[in-house]
T-cell receptor, first 114, second 114 residues
Framework: GAVVSQHPSWVICKSGTSVKIECRSL??????MFWYRQFPKQSLMLMAT?????????EQGVEKDKFLINHASLTLSTLTVTSAHPEDSSFYIC??????????FGPGTRLTVL | GENVEQHPSTLSVQEGDSAVIKCTYS??????FPWYKQELGKRPQLIID?????GEKKDQRIAVTLNKTAKHFSLHITETQPEDSAVYFC?????????????FGTGTKLQVIP
């Protein structure tokens, strides 16, 4: 099966700093990737759709200037949380489609903002 | 946009009993319905999926049914085991090769009591 990796797996940062999270498809190309956020004991909420070679599509209510997405290549999408605050602390997960409709998820990144 | 509702939010069953989780969706264009199992701090794992041209699908102890007219779909787990304990999410998508976004239900925490 396909493999999607994320880096880092966890990060702790001070309020006001920026954090970059990488999502890679290791053995396949992904022109589209999805970024989700999951708060404790809640569901996965789609933040944005990352498109290789074009701008990301953000879901309603997600600040595009705060959550910067760059799909630099067919195997890499990055999410940068700018000027992070404690309320941005969450579990961030990416996914990429593989064969028909199935999505493969990355292992997630636990962000804690102090 | 799509809205997926899921019930119950928590479910406790005795080992060996069956568990049923129900979901409804709102977008009549949705045609792909995956179910995910998520253990604490880990990525969602696809356990079974169904497409709109099929009413039922079974894989060993797991089965999914779909009523497209009523926009209902359900997950059935028979002969539950302690290792089935996890959070289960239903989801809906318009399909299209995985490039359509996936909307998740609110999740069901299943506890299988030995």
């Amino acid at each position: 099966g396909a493999v999607v990796s994320q880096h880092p797996s966890w990060v702790i940062c001070k309020s006001g700093t920026s954090v970059k999270i990488e999502c890679r498809s290791l053995d396949f190309q992904a022109t589209t990737m999805f970024w989700y956020r999951q708060f404790p004991k809640q569901s996965l909420m789609l933040m944005a759709t990352s498109n290789e070679g074009s701008k990301a599509t953000y879901e309603q209510g997600v600040e595009k200037d705060k959550f910067l997405i760059n799909h630099a290549s067919l195997t890499l999408s990055t999410l940068t949380v700018t000027s992070a605050h404690p309320e941005d602390s969450s579990f961030y997960i990416c996914s990429a489609p593989w064969q028909e409709d199935e999505q493969f998820f990355g292992p997630g990144t636990r962000l804690t903002v102090l | 946009g799509e809205n997926v509702e899921q019930h119950p939010s928590t479910l406790s069953v005795q080992e060996g009993d069956s568990a049923v989780i129900k979901c409804t969706y709102s977008d009549s264009a949705s045609n792909y319905f995956p179910w995910y199992k998520q253990e604490l701090g880990k990525r969602p794992q696809l356990i079974i999926d169904i497409r709109s041209n099929v009413g039922e699908k079974k894989d060993q102890r797991i089965a999914v049914t779909l009523n497209k007219t009523a926009k209902h779909f359900s997950l059935h787990i028979t002969e539950t085991q302690p290792e089935d304990s996890a959070v289960y999410f239903c989801a809906a998508s318009r399909g299209g090769g995985g490039y359509q976004k996936v909307t998740f239900g609110t999740g069901t925490k299943l506890q299988v009591i030995p």
